[in-house]
Structure formats: C-alpha cells, structure tokens
C-alpha cells in the first residue's frame, strides 16, 4: 500500500521530475518551462500554510504529488485554497491519485479551509474523473483562458466545500 505524507526537502527532485512530466505532456497545465529541484526546494520551505503532499511506494520512491496554494490576497478568500495534484506517469490509473487527494481534502479542512478550487482542461478527462470521484462539482468554464503552445485552451472550473458554512452573519440574520 502506498503512503501518502508530508512532502520533505529530500523530495524536491521527484516532485519536479513528476511536475515536469505534466508540463511535458501539455494536458494539465499552461506551464512550458521544466522545474528544477531548487524551485520545488523553494516551494517546499513554505508548508506551514500551503502543504504538499506525496504519495509514495513502500520503497519510498514519490508516485505523486498535492498541493494547496492560496486563492487570492484578499482576507476574504482566505478560507479558500487553490489546489495541484499530479502523478507520475507510471502511478496512472492505479487509485493513487483519489489517495493523494483525498488526505489533501482532509489536510485543508484540518487547516481550517472551507474550500478547494482548481481548473482543468476540458480533455483531460482523468483529472475531471478524479475531481468527480472525490466530491468536486464543476461550476463552469472559462473560455480561452490562455495559451499553451500558441493555442487558446478553455478550462473547466472545480470547486469542492469542505465544512457547512453559516447562512447568518454577525447579527443573526441571514445573508
């Protein structure tokens, strides 16, 4: 059985090897630019708000990774987070990803997130699957959100609640 933990720093260099999968294969990200260990290494030095975690094997070797990022600036959007999850090629299909993102769910209501967005390519039908599987509803689309490649690519909208949230404000009254 696979463990999913807490990301280390000894880890930076398989999570960039696996999100540059990602970016090499061009169906789940806009980014183009490969990550380096020192990028992730980066990353990783800010957990305390924003995990990641990995999924690894019983030899240790990281099959994937999740994590959160903050949604916008304002105090407002506070109790939402952003979030990635990306696998590598050889752990596809294997129940590994509903794992990882299933502790992150649990990970970002602990932390006291009341939910969880993202976006994904409308053909990229395993990432729409798992975001299904794990309680995610897509709210929408938007239309040609940017370029990959020179092409403008739409992405669908998922968002997940994590707790009930209170109809009523500060004064009782509903809102």
């Given amino acids: 059985m696979d463990t999913i933990r807490n990301a280390r720093p000894t880890d930076a260099a398989a999570i960039a090897a ?14 183009t630019v490969p990550r380096t260990e020192a990028d992730l290494a980066e990353r ?3 957990v305390d708000r924003y995990p990641v975690l990995v999924a690894a094997d019983a030899t240790g070797r990281v099959l994937g990774w ?33 794992r990882l993102l299933n502790a992150l769910i649990d990970t970002a209501a602990e932390r006291g997130f009341w939910k969880l967005v993202s976006r994904i390519f409308p053909f990229n039908a395993a990432s729409r699957a798992l975001c299904r599987a794990c309680g995610f509803r897509e709210v929408g689309t938007y239309e040609k959100h940017a370029q990959l490649d020179g092409r ?20 009782g009254r509903s809102s």
């Fill in 18 to 31: 696996i999100y540059n999968q990602g970016i090499a294969d061009r169906g789940a990200t806009f980014e």
């Fill in 44 to 46: 990783l030095s800010d």
């Fill in 66 to 98: 999740a994590s959160l990022s903050s949604y916008r600036p304002r105090d407002c959007y506070a109790g939402i987070a952003e979030f990635s999850i990306y696998l590598d090629r050889d752990a596809r299909g294997r129940g590994v990803g509903r």
């Fill in 152 to 171: 403008w690519l739409d992405v669908v909208i998922v968002e997940r609640s994590l707790t009930a949230v209170s109809t009523t404000g500060p004064s």
